[in-house]
């Protein structure tokens, strides 16, 4: 069973900026895709941004060129760089890893953009 951990979600004004981190119990060299997904309270997850073994970026048009995914194979580590946040941001903000074998999600982490 692989586990993520989630961390770096807070509460920021609109403007600010805050860094997500996702650590694997497995090696994320070896995965498929990483992403962070989102969602709110009564709405659908939904993604945020993608990157692929390959290194191909995915991003959700709500974030484009305010949010970077990024990860470090040495530390099974995937980022979200968040900059510029809105109020419209605050969202509970989950990882998911995809593994050959599976897809695995974190706990979610807390994100509240106050205006």
């Known amino acids: 069973q692989v586990q993520l951990v989630e961390s770096g979600g807070g509460l920021v004004q609109a403007g600010e900026s805050l860094r997500l981190s996702c650590a694997s119990s497995?090696?994320?060299?070896?995965?498929?895709?990483m992403g962070w997904y989102r969602q709110v309270p009564g709405k659908q997850r939904e993604l945020v941004a993608t990157?692929?073994?390959?290194?191909?970026?995915n991003y959700a048009d709500a974030v484009k060129g305010r949010f970077t995914i990024s990860r470090d194979n040495a530390k099974n580590t995937v980022y979200l760089q968040m900059n510029s946040l809105r109020p419209e941001d605050t969202a509970v903000y989950y990882c998911?890893?995809?593994?050959?074998?599976?897809?695995?999600w974190g706990q979610g982490t807390q994100v509240t953009v106050s205006s």
């Open positions: 998911n890893v995809r593994y050959t074998s599976n897809g695995y």
């Open positions: 497995r090696s994320i060299f070896v995965s498929i895709a």
């Open positions: 990157l692929t073994r390959g290194g191909s970026t």
